[in-house]
């Protein structure tokens, strides 16, 4: 029943209160992130236009655009970009088959763990780099090597995040799921592998990143196609605009690669609060 006083009339308890609809906040992108790399390209090509920076030394920003856009109209950096592409999702493939492989072998087993993990934890401190003169005896100097040396760069940080992630499975969602009667396999399947995927995607985009930063080196060996080619062809003639497209195309893929993990890692983890 309602109350009049001094002409307010009050509200009963029991009637619901409209509420305007929540509006959805848009995240606006920061434009202010974009200063200091304006800045800096300009800074540049300041330094260029007035000769502090030699074009033998560093090509200016307008040269750099002027010579992507010529080898793109051509289509060598094209072909080029196929040719690494293909060898890091080659090599990825493999590293990841082999440190997940491993992975969850000594992260769901114990003697999985006494014997695979001091192997592939030594194994892991060796700069894997250093290996390029042992992967060119054993394989050549064709596509093999580049493609060991990327997948070589992949599999450790997977492993590592896997088995971390494996191991870390909180214990009282697993003693929950032992007193409900859940099977070995169940607890595997329901409680530790959704709680490892996190620190999985985490060793995911670091293992992308390997990746990418093995081929670059991989490619500086005897190859004669792929980014790492055409930046080796123009070390040899000064073209240093060249080679800072090269140094551009490997830093864009690895950024497409990056914020795709991070795409799936939305996706996924919808659950996890932010």
Known sequence: MSISTAGFVARPETAPIPRAPAKKHRRRPDLRRWLSPIGLV?????????????????????????????????????????????????????????????????????????????????????????????????????????????????????????????????????????????????????????????QTLVGLRIALGAAWLSLIVGEQVNADAGIGFLINNAREFLRTDVVVVGLVVYALLGLSTDALVRGLERRVLRWRTR
């Open 42 to 198: 300009l800074l540049w090509q300041a330094a260029s236009a007035a000769g502090v920076l030699p074009p033998d030394k560093l090509a200016s920003p307008v040269t750099v655009l002027r010579s992507a856009r010529d080898l793109a109209l051509d289509g060598s950096l094209v072909d080029a970009l196929l040719v690494s592409t293909g060898r890091v999702a080659v090599g990825f493939a493999l590293g990841a088959v082999v440190g997940g492989a491993l992975g969850l072998v000594s992260g769901l087993s114990r003697w999985g763990e006494r014997l695979l993990d001091p192997p592939v934890q030594m194994l892991r401190t060796l700069p894997h780099l250093g290996l390029i003169p042992l992967f060119i005896l054993w394989f050549g100097i064709g596509e093999e090597p580049k493609i060991a040396l990327v997948a070589a760069g992949a599999a450790f940080p997977l492993y590592l995040n896997l088995h971390s992630g494996i191991r870390q499975a909180d214990p009282a969602l697993l003693e929950a799921a032992r007193a409900l009667g859940f099977t070995r396999f169940e607890r595997v399947a329901h409680v530790v592998l959704p709680s490892a995927v996190p």
